[in-house]
């Protein structure tokens, strides 16, 4: 497809079990983003890759929070240890490698943990 | 780093009227402001950008404003349509890490 795909749309899961949520980004797009977005809130910055350098964390809330990008394209997020606080919509995002390019946004998936 | 503000949270406004909505950034280094309207059950949609060389930008019902001395830019929506409903995001860029104002809900009253 042309836009950003994640999945699953929807996830429910039991406290204390791990998740892993999926995004395929653009063709071509070398960046790839992703924000948490809890009900009627903003967009909270979680982690960025750029093409084979190291990526930026600096915005994951703890480390039950990972993710990796392989081969410069498809990328998992994966919360270890789910709490109910983890519940919100997930979003993914990618650019292309110029600067001052726009971020296409997935629609998400999200997360409910009971 | 950066801070971008929003107002108004929420906005209601009558079928044909305008609407406005405003943000402040506080990094002077941040040289692109895109705008994206967010659907229920949707991810955020681009709707319009501007770079920081150019103060105003127009595509058909929708306007942005730019002033980087007072580091404010603004986005209007004329002759709006209910189809305008939805929650509208307004974010500062510099380099490759972008910052989110919280939103604004809009509300087209038919």
């Known amino acids: 497809g042309a836009g950003v795909s994640q999945s699953p749309s929807n996830k429910v899961t039991e406290k204390g079990k791990d998740v892993e949520l999926r995004c395929d980004p653009i063709?071509?797009?070398?960046?790839l983003y992703w924000y948490r977005q809890s009900l009627g809130q903003g967009l909270e910055f979680l982690i960025y890759?750029?093409?084979?350098?190291?990526?930026?964390k600096s915005g994951l809330p703890s480390d039950r929070f990972s993710a990796e990008r392989t081969g410069g394209s498809v990328s998992t997020l994966t919360i270890q240890r789910t709490q109910q606080e983890d519940s919100a919509v997930y979003l993914c995002?990618?650019?292309?490698?110029?600067?001052?390019?726009?971020?296409?946004f997935g629609n998400g998936t999200r997360l409910t943990v009971t | 780093g950066e801070n971008v503000e929003q107002h108004p949270s929420t906005l209601s406004v009558q079928e044909g009227d305008s609407a406005v909505i405003k943000c402040t950034y506080s990094?002077?280094?941040?040289?692109?402001f895109p705008w994206y309207k967010q659907e229920l059950g949707k991810g955020p949609q681009l709707i319009i950008d501007?770079?920081?060389?150019?103060g105003e930008k127009k595509d058909q019902r929708i306007a942005v404003t730019l002033n980087k001395t007072a580091k404010h830019f603004s986005l209007h929506i004329t002759e709006t349509q209910p189809e305008d409903s939805a929650v509208y995001f307004c974010?500062?860029?510099?380099?490759?890490?972008?910052?989110f104002g919280t939103g604004t809900s809009l509300t087209v009253i038919p």
């Open positions: 501007i770079r920081s060389n150019v």
């Open positions: 974010a500062a860029s510099a380099g490759n890490q972008f910052y």
């Open positions: 990094d002077s280094a941040s040289n692109y």
């Open positions: 995002a990618s650019s292309s490698v110029v600067v001052g390019s726009p971020l296409h």
């Open positions: 890759f750029q093409g084979n350098s190291a990526p930026d």
């Open positions: 063709s071509g797009h070398t960046a």
